[in-house]
């Protein structure tokens, strides 16, 4: 299997100027990649059914830091998961106009179900992220502050897959606090 990577990791930013009283909001956007992502298909999802391998927990962490001379962590740090579960339904609702398909994805984001109809769809849900942190300018001070975020991604073997980790980080981006 191709190796798997975390890659596009970026910080979105609302605004470039806070003021000290202020929240302030980004985005970190990124995508796992490659090998992992290529063998989560419609083929290993049947073959994975039927060996009763019917469950993916990828495990993901997000932190936000100040970068420079030294290093601190800003917000709460994000330590969650994204799982899939694979199940066999005649459900008419889920209805593949192109085939007669029985075997079908769930995948839970923050809790949350959600069932797509297309192989690119259901990668999308599980395997691209964009988590919102929020802190306190406070907690940075006044002045012009760099951040950039270090993000981790594992799981466990399947039938589809061997085990893994990943980690990538952030290019900076720069917020003034006044």
């Known amino acids: 299997m191709a190796e798997s990577k975390i890659s596009d990791v970026e910080i979105v930013k609302t605004k470039d100027d806070y003021a000290l ?3 302030v909001e980004v985005n970190i956007i990124f995508k ?4 992992l992502r290529d063998s989560f298909n419609e083929a290993n ?9 019917v469950s993916f927990k990828m495990k993901y962490g997000i932190k936000l830091v100040s970068s420079g001379f030294r290093k601190k962590e800003i917000g709460k740090t994000i330590d ?4 899939a579960a694979i199940f066999w339904t005649r459900n008419p609702k889920l209805v593949n106009p ?31 992220f964009n988590e919102k942190i929020a802190f306190k300018a406070s907690d940075l001070g006044k002045g012009k502050h760099k951040l950039e975020s270090e993000v981790f991604a594992s799981w466990q073997k399947h039938d589809y897959t061997e085990s ?14 006044n």
């Open 21 to 23: 009283n202020d929240i």
């Open 80 to 83: 969650t998961y994204r799982k």
């Open 45 to 53: 999802w049947t073959k994975a059914y039927n060996n009763n391998d």
């Open 164 to 177: 893994g980790n990943v980690k990538n980080n952030s290019s900076e981006i720069e917020i003034t606090i």
């Open 32 to 35: 796992v990649e490659g090998g």
């Open 98 to 128: 192109h085939k007669d398909r029985r075997i079908w994805i769930q995948v839970s984001k923050n809790f949350e179900p959600f069932i797509r109809l297309s192989e690119e769809e259901v990668r999308e849900e599980l395997f691209d």
